[in-house]
């Protein structure tokens, strides 16, 4: 195999290794933890998933996800990010709310006497509260037990994604983006939805995302009833798609300056299997700006460094403007196989190029040094390889280091 086919597929290997991380343990998900709430006058439990790459000695952030009814939806949503982060979806903690009980109590969002032409007995429409103690108790909690940054997702199904949409709308600026999986907007006559369209701030919600699903349930005794015809009917077995198909009408209706809002159709789902798809779909497109971009130009041994540094200098600056902070645009292990790669291929200014963008991306990081090291050694440059290994050193304390100081030392002194 080529030189130039050996670069691609190692690269390619990396961007897919990301994405397929193996779980050592099967359907055990999240560690359990719990809060008092003095808003809810109960315990609430919780369950953390918590990156591969964490490490309680390291200072790194991570954005975080929310996840209702967590007891069910948390092995769906934890599945599809164990296979996509790294390629689509950075590093994220996850964390899964227990709706197990008081659910319809703390989901929805307003008081009702009747529901589906019956008397609604269940308790119910205390969302507000339930938003109060999310805001004020929950996030807090999380922000100083775990190490998360204020980029934050919800997502939330059926009720939850009443919820989900209840919390875009009243209190926009509690969440980055938001998953509403079939959501209830028919809740109390569409109460939500008709608060939504009532805005006349429209611009609050630039910069907020959302994706919406609708499942192919669209009418419980008549499947003439389609995509195609359901906004035509109006009897009350519709309600539920119709508001649904209204509420994705808004984006449109506000203008590019307002939310940022992708709807999809699952004519195959049930409203009960149409969170799994929901999940992949929702979070890959919520984070599409995170995939990488113009990869070609680092599989092309013909590209100009100036190219390349554009390709770098260009994602760092994406990625600070949609997580509101610096990130790398790169993980390390990438940045450490792109210089090695272009060193075997006889291209030292290159390799020099991301071993030097891994130390300022990764200025803790000993081995970056140590690669660099490598670098210098190579072109027989052995005081700024000594240079090198020593910061390792001083970073690491490994005496793998402490011996390359020596054999590189002898090196310098056999000249």
């Known amino acids: ?27 055990n998900i999240g560690a359990v933890d719990s809060l008092y709430s003095n808003i809810l006058h109960e315990s609430r439990k919780i369950y953390v998933q918590l990156p591969a790459s964490y490490n309680p000695d390291s200072d790194q952030k991570y954005p975080v996800v929310f996840v209702l009814d967590g007891e069910v939806l948390m092995d769906a949503v934890t599945t599809v990010y164990n296979y996509y982060y790294g390629g689509f979806l950075p590093e994220m903690i996850l964390i899964g709310i227990d709706n197990s009980e008081n659910r319809t109590r703390d989901l929805t ?61 009243h209190h926009t600026e509690l969440f980055d983006n938001y998953l509403a999986i079939d959501p209830s907007l028919d809740w109390d006559d569409q109460k939500l939805l008709k608060e939504a369209k009532a805005s006349t701030r429209p611009d609050r919600f630039a910069e907020k995302a959302l994706f919406l699903t609708l499942s192919g349930q669209l009418h419980p005794r008549d499947y003439s009833i389609t995509i195609d015809n359901v ?4 009897s009350e077995f519709t309600l539920f798609p119709r508001s649904n198909i209204e509420f994705s009408q808004l984006g449109k209706d506000h203008g590019a300056s307002a939310l940022d809002l992708k709807w999809k159709f699952y004519p195959n789902d049930l409203h009960g299997t149409v969170p799994l798809p929901s999940i992949l779909d929702g979070l890959i497109a919520l ?58 291929m006889g291209q030292p200014q ?52 402490k011996d390359r100081i020596s054999e590189l030392q002898e090196k310098i002194d056999g000249r």
């Not at 030189?3 to 390619?12: D, G, P, Y």
């Open 1 to 27: 195999m080529s030189i130039q086919k050996t670069f691609s597929v190692l690269l390619l290997c990396f961007i897919l290794q990301q994405g397929s991380a193996q779980p050592t343990h099967l359907f």
């Open 109 to 169: 969002t307003s008081n009702i006497e009747t529901r589906h032409n019956a008397p609604f007995t269940e308790a119910h429409g205390e969302a507000e509260n339930f938003t109060q103690f999310i805001a004020q108790e929950l996030l807090p909690y999380v922000k100083s037990k775990y190490p998360v940054t204020d980029n934050r997702t919800l997502i939330g199904h059926s009720y939850g994604g009443l919820f989900a949409i209840n919390t875009l709308v």
């Open 231 to 234: 906004m035509q009917d109006s």
């Open 287 to 344: 984070f599409d700006w995170f995939q990488m971009e113009n990869t070609d130009k680092f599989n092309n041994p013909d590209a100009p460094i100036e190219d390349l540094t554009t390709v770098i200098r260009y994602r760092e600056a994406k990625l600070k403007t949609h997580f509101g902070y610096f990130v790398p645009p790169y993980e390390e292990d990438l940045l450490n196989i792109l210089g090695y790669m272009y060193l075997d």
């Open 350 to 401: 290159k390799s020099r190029m991301f071993f030097q963008f891994n130390i300022e991306y990764y200025p803790e990081s000993a081995n970056v040094y140590d690669a660099l090291a490598d670098f210098y050694e190579s072109q027989k440059d052995y005081t700024n390889a000594l240079l090198q290994v020593t910061k390792a050193f001083e970073i690491s304390g490994d005496p793998y280091h």
